[in-house]
Antibody
């Protein structure tokens, strides 16, 4: 059974850093296109970042230069390192799987809430 | 990349059919067959309902169907049921090899 479990969210002050984790089971993270998608309170879905099966990484303009996506193949886990956090980064962060670059997000985690506030 | 345009809300009575539109450009919806639809109940993660414009994943009711014409994709739900009440999001592959979502549509079953 495919499962994605995010951890690492919490309350952080503006300018701070946080690392999110997404532990996968039932499939191999490194063989898929893994993304982070966020949802601000009461708002819609926003794609944040992707790591290709080949290792290439891409980011939304809103987080470029501040967020870093990575994976640990030995742990079958996806990460999102978030630096220089802003109030507008407050959201539920989901990890999601795509089997192909053009494929749909077929599995999602339950999400982890990040709140940036002083 | 601007978000795809969806109506903020739609409503229908049980048993009726509703359609949610999703309008983009030739660089996303109009240029590819890679449009997906997601259902999200409050406090839950999104669930894939339609992919590649009109395909249903295993386990999704055949009351859900998708189509596309030009730069606009549509999700139709027939035989509305109370449990269909949720937020619905479209997404599309884009010419920059990225993904863009719609703003979301709140479906109310009257």
């Amino acid at each position: 059974e495919v499962q994605l479990v995010e951890t690492g969210g919490g309350l952080i002050q503006p300018g701070g850093s946080l690392r999110l984790s997404c532990a996968a089971s039932g499939f191999t993270v490194s063989s898929n296109y893994m993304s982070w998608v966020r949802q601000a309170p009461g708002k819609g879905l926003e794609w944040v970042s992707v790591i290709y099966s080949g290792g290439s990484t891409y980011y939304a303009d809103s987080v470029k230069g501040r967020f870093t996506i990575s994976r640990d193949n030995s742990k079958n886990t996806l990460y999102l390192q978030m630096n220089i956090l802003r109030a507008e980064d407050t959201a539920v962060y989901y990890c999601a799987r795509r089997e192909a670059l053009t494929g749909p997000f077929d599995y999602w985690g339950q999400g982890t809430l990040v709140t940036v506030s002083s | 990349q601007s978000a795809l345009t969806q109506p903020a809300s739609v409503s229908g009575s049980p048993g009726q059919s509703i359609t949610i539109s999703c309008t983009g450009t030739s660089s996303d919806v109009g240029g590819y067959k890679y449009v997906s639809w997601y259902q999200q109940h409050p406090g839950k993660a999104p669930k894939l309902m339609i992919y590649d414009v009109s395909n249903r994943p295993s386990g999704v009711s055949n009351r859900f169907s998708g189509s596309k014409s030009g730069n606009t994709a549509s999700l139709t739900i027939s035989g509305l049921q109370a449990e269909d009440e949720a937020d619905y999001y479209c997404s599309s592959y884009t010419s920059s090899s990225s993904v863009v979502f719609g703003g979301g549509t709140k479906l109310t079953v009257l």
